[in-house]
């Protein structure tokens, strides 16, 4: 199998417990896998791994079949793996192109000596990301403040695309949103699976994830307990797996 | 049968107007334009191009010290010890002069050496609270805190006490206090100096235009300004103050940056110091009552900075150390009693606020 981003048999403790125990999984280019479990189950730290967050004390994380070492976020960013967590990290006093293109702008040469912001470009790019993914926000030049909740998804979606993720890890993408705009939020993310990106989704919401995913992976204590395809499996039967009382067939 | 609706019920309030947001965004600004034209009839010889002049010459140390804070401000952080850090490089340049000039060093040369030694000294308080603030993650208030007691210590250190340093080129206060173009109507012009055939007790014949204060104003206005709005460092110091967690995993170097951000500030702080030397001709300790950092965090905020961070502008913080300027030569010459300014300073200070809390997307 050619996974675009895989973990064999990763394992995370911190001090006597063990949040992540030996987690074999792995995700294909174009292809949507839930995480789903109980609080505490381990979902969070298992992508903190993968997006370079943790070290993983024992087992591999390899990309596109090469195994790597993530020693920092930063390693994991210029792998083209791109994690939006709940908090989706915007600087709200910033606008839109700045965010999508904060830590790495744009500058162009100006007097010959001087290094300046080249905004033009930024929002020019900015625009045709957002294009690409059917994403409405009227003004580049507004700030993230005087966005809404979805457009604010949409803007940290779009800055992960914009430097070509190969891989993104999205951390309860429709918590905090009302239902229209998790619609819209689900839209895009089926739409970047045509584009041939591998994502992972931790969600709580059973119906975003039956909606979005091909795959469900259910983790228990720690545990890859079941992995399921969504046209094979039902939300009773996932539900059980999730609390312990489906027998657990591998 | 349903009740009509209040015609305010659908009309958008004030402060959404087009005007409301012109209004809110440069009140400072109407603010400052209001309180000269009342000046110019309650204050005689207020309106007039030299005591513009004069305004923002004495203001140099303020401008100084209000782009400094301005930079901290945006990050979400404060610089207290900017006042102290200013005594310390105007000693210690002085000191420096003095003692070189006790060996018989030239004079070009000594002045060069203080002037380094003043420039140079004041990185080390930034850097160590920079240090503190991203590494130990000391707020910002308790490490600029500690540089404030410190730095005062050693400049009565260096200046014996509470003596000013004396003894200097007397050079110095001609370059810190000269102007670029001398007119003696009908007779002459000259420029850098004043003709000779008039001496000093006669200088004030002479129309004296542009200060040399100005033309390191408007360097460090224009580097500064360019540094904050277009530059990669700039954006970045916004993101910081903005939203920290965003900056961190936006692979800013947060730690570095802020830093960087502190020794900035200290940096003008030192200049401002070595200006002051060069203004006054001797090196001068900060007393206590000057509160530089205090009027410097108020011009900033008047000018529309935020102390949560992530706003703030340089031409704004201008307008504010111009407000705050204007306010003191005004009352002055209007002859109203002295500590009237403290309270308008406060109600001031209140009344920006209020303003950013009126007004959360502006600036």
């Known amino acids: ?250 | 049968m349903p009740r009509p609706l209040m015609p305010h019920d659908t009309s958008t309030p004030f402060v959404q107007t087009n005007t409301g947001k012109l209004l809110g965004r440069h009140w400072a600004l109407f603010f400052l334009l209001g309180m000269m034209v009342i000046f110019a009839f309650t204050g005689p010889g207020f309106f007039e191009v030299v005591n513009f002049q004069n305004i923002i010459h004495l203001a140099t140390i303020s401008i100084l010290l209000a782009v400094a804070e301005t930079f901290v401000i945006i990050t979400g952080g404060i610089d207290l010890s900017v006042g102290f850090v200013m005594g310390l490089s105007s000693t210690l340049a002085a000191r420096i002069m003095v003692t070189l000039g006790s060996t018989g060093m030239g004079e070009p040369l000594l002045i060069v050496l203080g002037t380094l030694a003043g420039l140079l000294v004041a990185f080390i308080p930034g850097f160590i609270s920079g240090t503190l603030v991203a590494r130990f993650k000391v707020p910002p208030f308790i490490a600029t805190l500690g540089m404030w007691g410190i730095c005062n210590g050693i400049t009565l250190h260096l200046c014996d006490g509470f003596l000013p340093i004396a003894g200097l080129p007397s050079v110095l206060p001609r370059l810190g206090n000269g102007y670029l173009f001398y007119i003696h109507k009908g007779q002459s012009f000259t420029l850098f100096k004043k003709p000779d055939y008039i001496p000093d007790e006669r200088v004030r014949e002479l129309i004296r235009l542009v200060p040399f204060s100005f033309i390191l104003i408007g360097a460090v206005v224009l580097v500064f300004w360019f540094i904050l709005h277009k530059s990669r460092f700039g954006q970045h110091t916004y993101a910081i103050g903005g939203n920290l967690d965003a900056a961190i995993r936006a692979g800013i170097d947060v730690d570095r940056h802020l830093v960087k951000i502190y020794m900035l500030s200290s940096f003008l702080a030192g200049l401002a110091g070595v200006f002051n030397v060069f203004q006054t001709g001797i090196g001068n300790y900060t007393t206590f009552s000057s509160m530089y950092e205090l009027f410097a965090v108020a011009a900033v905020v008047i000018g529309g900075a935020s102390l949560l961070g992530g706003k703030g502008r340089i031409v704004g913080s201008m307008v504010g150390v111009l407000v705050l300027a204007v306010l003191k030569n005004g009352l002055a010459i209007s002859g109203v009693q002295p500590f009237v300014r403290y309270i308008a300073v406060g109600v001031l200070l209140t009344f920006a606020v209020i303003i950013d809390q009126l007004f959360p997307d502006l600036f």
């Open chain 1, 1 to 250: 199998m050619g996974y675009i981003i895989e973990t064999r048999g990763i394992t995370k403790r911190f001090g006597g417990l063990t949040a992540v125990d030996n987690v074999s999984m792995g995700v294909n280019a174009g292809e949507v896998v839930a995480i789903l479990g109980d609080n505490g189950a381990g979902k969070s730290t298992l992508i903190k791994m993968i997006s370079g967050v943790h070290k993983p004390d024992e087992g591999t994380i390899l990309l596109d079949g090469k195994p790597m070492k993530l020693e920092s976020p930063m390693d994991a960013l210029a792998n083209g793996i791109e994690t939006i967590y709940q908090d989706l990290a915007l600087a709200e006093n910033l606008n839109v192109s700045s965010n999508i293109f904060l830590g790495r702008e744009k500058t162009k040469r100006s007097l010959g000596v001087l290094n300046v912001l080249d905004h033009e470009y930024m929002q020019k790019e900015s625009r045709s990301v957002l294009d690409r993914l059917e994403i409405e926000i009227p003004s580049l030049k507004n700030t993230i403040r005087t966005l809404s909740g979805g457009q604010r998804q949409a803007v940290a979606i779009s800055r992960s695309i914009y430097w070509q993720a190969k891989v993104l890890i999205m951390d309860e993408p429709t918590a905090a949103l009302g239902i229209a705009e998790q619609k819209k939020v689900l839209d895009l993310v089926k739409s970047l699976k045509t584009q041939g990106i591998g994502i992972i989704i931790i969600s709580h919401q059973m119906y975003d994830v039956f909606e979005v995913a091909d795959r469900i992976i259910v983790m228990r204590r720690g545990q890859n307990v079941a992995t399921r395809m969504v046209s094979e499996t039902t939300a009773d039967e996932i539900v059980g797996l999730i609390v312990g009382s489906e027998t657990v067939k591998r």
